[in-house]
């Protein structure tokens, strides 16, 4: 079979997304919430999902579930929802309705890998402009590069995966106002549970603006929904390329329940924010440890030799995700996904073991 007569070369290139086997590890490497929801919650919603009619289409407007979104994780009034299939379909809608030939994607490097992906995917360009050597954004850079490309669309993730970093306000605004009316710019809001802060409340001071969101981190991982808000005209045209029955009845009858008890999750992320101040200090204890600073609910550390420190934590079945390879400016880190006191301490110790030992 002639592989080569049938696929894109820009596809034959890329390597598939790499999903590493968490059998029997504790499992950091994700960004997921560690806890469940209270036992008698999981049991009243087993009975919720039984009832849900397996046997229809969703309706696609999902008005219950968008409504809750709003009211419940603060989307301004007035302003359209669009719903995807976790955040990752909602960014490869994105690039399928501004794949124009020649149109670029724009994003700060590193950061999250799917922006380049689904760019690519798309075929749009993706332009990288590296973070400086501090991992905070690099607000020349980007403006000269906005100038020189003319973004359709440009991402930032607020704050940053994988390095945590919450960009300045005020370098944010300026971005999205040298873009102006020429691109979109998507505030990437995955983490803005740990963060405190948001653009949400900011769209209509900009007509380009995007704000995206998922509920993933917030510790549904596993029904995978993602939400954006924008200008009533820009969602209309995404809402174009969302396949209609995206989010299947089993995620939007869960999402609706856990909505409505959204006060359990709220408590859930506090504990983990008040989590990662504990860690941040104990890993900076830790001689050879660098840790930048995090508004997420993970943490990014340099050590002397990460590639031997990510072999000796898997040896001791804990799991990290070694993002030494994904940039330059990444060398010799890794990223740690803040979970419970127990996990956070099976972590340490045996990041201590692994640093101590030859
Ligand atoms: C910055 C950022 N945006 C979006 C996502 C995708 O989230 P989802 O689970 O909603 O697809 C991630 C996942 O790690 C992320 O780090």
Known sequence: MNIKNMIRPEISALSAYHVPDAEGFVKLDAMENPYLLPEPLQQELGE??????????????????????????????????????GSDELIAMMSQACAKPGAK?????????????????????????????DLRLNKQAMLAAITEHQPAITYLAYPNNPTGTLYEVD?????????????????????????????????DEFDNLVVMRTVSKLGLAGIRLGYMAGHNALMAEFEKV????????????????????????DAQTAELRLQREKLRIALEQLPGVHVFPSAANFLLIRVANAEQVFAKLAQQKILVKNVG??????????????????????????????????
Request: charged letters at 15%; proline letters at 7%.
């Open 48 to 85: 919720h999902l039984a009832r849900v009619a397996l046997n229809r289409y969703p309706q696609p407007s999902y008005r219950r579930l968008k409504q809750l979104i709003a009211s419940k994780l603060g989307v301004p009034a007035g302003h359209e929802i669009v719903l995807g299939n």
């Open 171 to 203: 370098d944010m605004v300026d971005i999205i106002r040298a873009v102006g009316d020429q691109g979109v710019v998507v505030v990437d809001e995955a983490y803005q549970p740990f963060a405190g802060v948001s653009f949400m409340s900011r769209l």
């Open 242 to 265: 969302r396949p209609p029955y995206n989010i299947n009845v089993l995620t939007e009858a869960a999402a609706e329940f856990v909505l409505q008890r959204i006060d359990v999750l």
């Open 105 to 133: 994607v724009l994003a700060p490097v590193p950061g999250f890998v799917m922006y380049a992906m689904s760019a690519r995917f798309a075929g749009l360009e993706f332009v990288g402009v590296p973070l400086d050597a």
């Open 325 to 358: 390879k994904m940039h330059n400016l990444l060398e010799n880190c890794l990223r740690i996904t803040v979970s419970t006191p127990e996990e956070n301490a099976l972590f340490l110790a045996a990041l201590a073991a692994s640093l101590s030992s030859p």
